[in-house]
């Protein structure tokens, strides 16, 4: 089974300063990798997804994540934040074996850009 | 292009009734499944549907259930409804079900009183 933790359930931060969403997986196998961005009554939107190859992955909106295996890690960063990113952010794991679109989720991380 | 759409938006139903809910998914989407995502949760898999054919059930009880039509739609049923099962219910679709990104739509926010 899979099991997704993502350690901080709320970060504010300053307009144009870095941020890093933190999320730590578990799995008995080898997994992809996902985060989504959801805007106040919307749905998912998916920001990135490590699949396999180079580690440090670019997505949408200025934000990369970086894979690191040996810390079951997928951190999420921007090195300037907008007040547009204020928003609720899922990381995601779904396993290699998966027929379908079955993803577990994290509780979320709510981040706050202040003006 | 139309994205994934979800109906109603919005429904308040009482205790011990009956709800469905809608989704249609993007054109040429063969792959339905449905989250429940309860406020302050991140959404928990409940089923997925691909060419009317159950692929995969989440561990949800069996109040839930649902169906996918000729056309790729899909409709996600529970019965004898309880207060916890107050949620937003989001639909994704995909191509096959087997890729690794699915669209989400807007979600139907189901209060139960």
């Known amino acids: 089974a899979q099991s997704v933790t993502q350690l901080d359930s709320q970060v504010p931060v300053f307009e144009e300063a870095p941020v890093e969403l933190r999320c730590n997986y578990s799995?008995?196998?080898?997994?992809?990798l996902f985060w989504y961005v959801q805007y106040p009554n919307q749905g998912l939107q998916l920001l990135l997804k490590?699949?396999?190859?180079?580690?440090l992955v670019k997505g949408i909106n200025g934000f990369e994540a970086e894979f690191n295996k040996s810390q079951t890690s997928f951190h999420l960063r921007k090195p300037s934040v907008h007040i547009s990113d204020t928003a609720e952010y899922f990381c995601?794991?779904?396993?290699?074996?998966?027929?379908?679109?079955?993803?577990?989720f994290g509780t979320g991380t709510s981040l706050t850009v202040i003006p | 292009d139309a994205g994934v759409t979800q109906s109603p938006t919005h429904l308040i139903k009482t205790r011990g009734q009956q709800v469905t809910l809608r989704c249609s998914p993007i054109?040429?989407?063969?792959?339905v499944s449905w989250y429940q995502q309860v406020l302050g949760q991140g959404p928990q898999f409940i089923f997925q549907?691909?060419?009317?054919?159950?692929?995969g059930r989440g561990n949800f009880p069996d109040r839930f259930s649902a169906r996918q039509f000729p056309n790729y739609s899909s409709e996600l049923n529970v019965n004898a409804l309880l207060l916890g099962d107050s949620a937003l219910y989001l639909c994704?679709?995909?191509?096959?079900?087997?890729?690794?990104?699915?669209?989400f739509g807007q979600g139907t926010r189901l209060t139960v009183v």
């Open positions: 994704a679709s995909s191509f096959t079900g087997g890729e690794t990104e699915a669209f």
């Open positions: 799995s008995s196998v080898s997994v992809y």
């Open positions: 490590y699949l396999s190859g180079s580690t």
């Open positions: 995601a794991v779904s396993d290699l074996a998966n027929t379908g679109n079955q993803f577990y």
């Open positions: 054109s040429g989407h063969k792959s």
């Open positions: 549907y691909y060419e009317k054919e159950e692929r």
